[in-house]
T-cell receptor, first 114, second 111 residues
């Protein structure tokens, strides 16, 4: 595809349920990032995948959050036992290998936990 | 830990005014980028600076990277309503490391 694609664009879930968010990066981009953005706030780093290296999970806020990436393609972010404080927009970005490359963002998944 | 601190957090000005927003850190970055995010969209890259002291201009926007590569500024001349948005700086400590974002400066330019 032409850009980073995220699905679903909106998700409303009940507290305690699990959710799975999907990101399709730009083909050929080796780096993939997940960020969380609460209303009116900046980007909070969650996790970073770079090629076949071990992911940098240092931003995951709790063990309820996990992410996987298959090779250099699709990534899924899973939130288990959702809480109301998980409500936010979850943004995915991809970058191609190389120095100083641009991060291309999807439009995000707006998650609302009720 | 927030590596990059942006200030001010919010800025509301009238069309035609000038403004500067700042991005500061105690860490040295190999590169620093500025992005702008409009409501409902993902951030979009404006510029990348890589050399200490570097100045780049993009129409009415001037970006500067500090000599020590720890800070950056964005100056907008004669702001227009179309400049409204969230301005984010993002730094890379070393090539291949995660891209760290600041919390952003939310700019509102009123006619």
């Amino acid at each position: 595809g032409a850009g980073v694609s995220q699905s679903p664009s909106n998700k409303v879930t009940e507290k305690g349920k699990d959710v799975e968010l999907r990101c399709d990066p730009i083909s050929g981009h080796t780096a993939l990032y997940w960020y969380r953005q609460r209303l009116g706030q900046g980007l909070e780093f969650l996790i970073y995948f770079q090629g076949n290296s071990a992911p940098d999970k240092s931003g995951l806020p709790s063990d309820r959050f996990s992410a996987e990436r298959t090779g250099e393609s699709v990534s899924t972010l899973t939130i288990q036992r959702t809480q109301q404080e998980d409500s936010a927009v979850y943004l995915c970005a991809s970058r191609k290998q190389g120095r100083y490359t641009e991060a291309f963002f999807g439009q995000g998944t707006r998650l609302t936990v009720v | 830990t927030q590596l990059l601190e942006q200030s001010p957090q919010f800025l509301s000005i009238q069309e035609g005014e000038n403004l500067t927003v700042y991005c500061n850190s105690s860490s040295v970055f190999s590169s620093l980028q500025w992005y702008r995010q409009e409501p409902g969209e993902g951030p979009v890259l404006l510029v990348t600076v890589v050399t200490g002291g570097e100045v780049k201009k993009l129409k009415r926007l001037t970006f500067q990277f500090g000599d020590a590569r720890k800070d950056s500024s964005l100056h907008i001349t004669a702001a227009q309503p179309g400049d409204t948005g969230l301005y984010l700086c993002a730094g890379e400590l070393n090539s291949g490391y995660a891209l760290n974002f600041g919390k952003g400066t939310s700019l509102l330019v009123t006619p």
